[in-house]
């Protein structure tokens, strides 16, 4: 039983050990340093990244090129990995809070990498991303999963001041059952998100079709199960970053020094 | 205005100039004088260009940091900030003249463009954009002061000069910065990855700029776990401070002028 008991605590302390943090995080920059050496020669096997999901580029894409993309599932793993590293570390924070509250900053910024992580994880592998859709005015369009159609309702130009034109807006509509979930006026920085959902209206033309000018615009439609959760974690290491910034301080005021492992 | 402008950049330039040689001579005469005279040209200096940037915010009607001479001059005003933090807080007169050197050297740069300011393009009118950019150069004026913190600890290991702070105060402010520059540096990265979703959909770009940003983050963020390890405090954190920053010359000026990416320099 006492054998038992500490070599589970031998594991559990490598877990949440900082050395083991240190050694994950040095392994996964110096696996990216060498890695991203090849992205600027190879934008035909990199540049697709952007555009579809990691699952599908490393099916697709990388598994053709294996020489030029093994150092990316291996920093991913290696990222995962410290997310991994980091939960430990946070659930042995909870289990010694009352002890160390002082670093709830620290551990803040740890839970938001944490989700920030399983987000990323959970969106590549099951979210989708389709740039460049061409979209006419008055079209719908049904965007999976949820079943929602999307019709795009008027694409007008925004003009500065002198006249010249510097945007597109577009007008969009959801609906789910002929209901109206959601209208928005698309514009840079303003798209269209609803449930991991996020409609960006990239450009907008004329083309004449069976005698009749119809204006189109050109939509990247994404769809990001975790981008919810993913803004919980950037909220909370936010939230982290300001509490240790206030903690630091108060930490040197009161001449309170780094322990030493 | 504009003369006005030009007035304030050529003050705060010849300022800056001043408080190096104001600085380099306190370090051969060793006259409390002199490094007094060179903080208040620092001082002077800063208090220009922050009222040449103030009149350019006023003028455009958004704090203009989207050009190369506005990047480097927003730079070159975080620098000497950081710089003015560290002196008023530890007063270490001119330890930390590296960075002034660096303020001094993107301000020449500065000197020798156009100083017009651009009409800002509807992607970048966002207050995402002036958090991402403000919190990411404030971010590596930190790590460029963790470098001269890092280097100067070496030199005063190896060579023990009584020109320089104790080995104590340097380790103190080169993990202080490492800290405050992986803290503004995160905000940067939590800005610049929420204006990247409602920009282009996805909050993660595998563009070689958001790789080698979050390589960055991943490096510093290892650091601020480093120190509580004895093996790498002090040599070993100095050392990392001066690769670390080798890194953020990187991310900064070799992806942004040697390669293609969505950060260009130019």
Request: glycine content about 8%; aromatic content about 14%; some cysteine.
């Amino acid at each position: 039983m006492t054998t038992n008991l500490s070599w589970y605590h031998r594991v559990w302390s490598l877990c949440c050990s900082l050395k083991l943090a240190i050694v994950l995080a040095t392994c996964a920059t110096l696996m990216a340093v060498g890695g991203s050496v090849l992205m600027p020669a190879n934008p035909q096997v990199f540049g697709p990244l952007d555009e579809m999901i990691l699952k599908d580029w490393l099916m697709e894409i990388a598994a053709q090129s294996p020489a030029l993309t093994w150092w990316v599932p291996i920093a991913s793993l290696l990222v995962l990995l410290l997310g991994l590293n980091t939960l430990c570390c946070v659930i042995d924070w909870l289990v010694h809070i009352r002890a160390r509250w002082r670093k709830s900053g620290e551990y803040l910024i740890h839970s938001g990498f944490f989700l920030i992580v399983c987000a990323f994880l959970w969106g590549n592998l099951i979210g989708y991303r389709a740039g460049g859709q061409p979209v006419f005015v008055g079209q719908a369009v049904e965007l999976p999963p949820h079943g929602v159609v999307m019709v795009l309702e008027d694409v007008r130009p925004i003009a500065a001041a002198g006249g010249r034109v510097m945007e597109m807006s577009n007008t969009l509509a959801l609906y789910h059952d002929d209901r109206l979930l959601k209208r928005v006026e698309t514009r840079a920085n303003h798209p269209l998100t609803w449930k991991g959902l996020v409609v960006i209206p990239a450009d907008a033309g004329q083309v004449r079709m069976g005698g009749q000018l119809r204006t189109y615009s050109l939509m990247t439609i994404n769809y990001d199960p975790g981008a919810g959760l993913a803004l919980v974690g950037t909220i909370a290491m936010g939230v982290g970053v300001v509490v240790a910034m206030f903690s630091f301080y108060r930490k040197r005021s009161t001449g309170d020094h780094p322990d030493i492992e | 205005m504009i003369e006005l402008q030009y007035w304030l950049i050529y003050g705060a330039f010849a300022a800056y100039v001043a408080a190096v040689l104001l600085y380099l001579c306190h370090f051969r005469f060793r006259h409390d004088s002199l490094w007094r005279s060179a903080f208040a040209m620092v001082l002077l200096g800063f208090t220009l260009q922050t009222l040449c940037l103030a009149l350019r915010w006023f003028i455009a009607g958004f704090l203009p940091i989207t050009n190369l001479f506005n990047t480097q001059f927003f730079f070159s005003w975080c620098l000497a900030a950081t710089y003015l933090y560290v002196e008023l807080r530890y007063r270490i007169h001119g330890a930390g003249l590296f960075v002034m050197f660096c303020c001094l050297l993107l301000f020449a740069s500065v000197l020798t463009r156009d100083p017009a300011i651009p009409m800002l393009i509807p992607a970048l009118d966002t207050p995402l954009f002036t958090l991402h950019v403000t919190t990411s150069f404030a971010g590596y004026a930190f790590f460029a002061m963790a470098f001269s913190m890092g280097v100067l600890y070496l030199v005063q290991r190896w060579v023990g000069s009584s020109l320089l702070p104790e080995l104590r105060l340097l380790r103190k402010i080169n993990e202080e910065s490492v800290f405050l520059g992986f803290c503004l540096f995160t905000l940067c990265l939590i800005f610049g990855g929420i204006w990247a979703y409602v920009a282009w959909g996805y909050y993660f770009s595998w563009n070689i700029k958001g790789v080698w940003s979050s390589l960055l983050w991943l490096f510093y963020g290892g650091m601020c776990h480093a120190k509580f390890v004895r093996r790498w405090q002090g040599t070993g954190y100095a050392i990392l401070s001066i690769v670390g920053f080798a890194l953020v010359l990187f991310t900064y000026i070799g992806i942004g002028v040697l390669l293609s990416s969505n950060h260009p320099l130019t």
